[in-house]
């Protein structure tokens, strides 16, 4: 295996012939989001953040199911955008790679929405009234991706090892259940959803093979 330092990685990520680029649409859009939230309101506003379509329980309950989708691209403040969508730049690359466009942004979409759904329903478990946004459960489910897909393809995707994928999916989850203002709920559902759909799209594949 070669060895890498930081800036040779980045370089080979941004120049490399193969570029992912559902990843980098996905990044656009929660870019081009944002700048509009932030022109018709600000992204710290919370009500603000509602009117976009932030994820809120008893407005879904009441039948805007739309907003389980809808929050996935929306962010409160720079900070929030940025760091969901450096990881995203990252991951997303490795996992659109191996699965192609349409079945990453399948996975992405829909363990996003697990996510997304967990959160929804531990929020009318505990009576709380929370309103949540972020691609971080959409993320959790490429996290979930990759460990899966690295697990059955005798432990390695690309550079990336499954021990290393799991040390950084379990300090992220566990940082989403102690830090104050992150859903680890969404982050664990999106998780869990996204390593299901990569067993559904890898394995068939897979068991073909042998």
């Known amino acids: ?46 009500y603000h953040m509602m009117d976009c379509g932030a994820s809120f329980a008893p407005l879904i309950q009441a039948g805007e199911y739309y907003r389980l989708f809808t929050c996935m691209f ?13 990881l995203l730049f990252f991951v997303g690359d490795y996992m659109e790679r191996y699965l192609g466009k349409i079945k ?19 929020e009318l478990n505990n009576g709380d009234n929370v309103v949540s946004a972020g691609a971080s459960g959409a993320i959790f489910a490429v996290l979930g991706g990759l460990a899966v897909s690295a697990l059955l393809n005798r432990g390695r995707l690309y550079e990336l090892t499954f021990k290393r994928i799991a040390i950084m999916a379990v300090l992220s989850l566990w ?36």
């Open 74 to 86: 929306l962010h409160f403040g720079f900070r929030h955008l940025f760091s969901n969508m450096l």
């Open 1 to 46: 295996m070669p060895a890498y330092n930081d800036e040779d990685f980045i370089e080979q990520m941004i120049h490399r012939k193969d570029k992912s680029i559902v990843n980098f649409i996905i990044i656009a859009a929660n870019i081009v989001v944002f700048l509009i939230v932030e022109a018709t309101g600000g992204s710290e506003d919370v």
């Open 104 to 122: 990453y942004l399948i996975l992405y979409i829909g363990g996003g929405l697990c996510g997304n759904l967990l959160s929804y329903a531990m």
């Open 175 to 210: 940082t989403g259940f102690t830090a104050t203002g992150v859903d680890g709920f969404a982050h664990l559902g999106g998780f869990i959803g996204g390593g299901a759909i990569a067993c559904v799209f890898v394995l068939p594949g897979l068991l073909r093979k042998n």
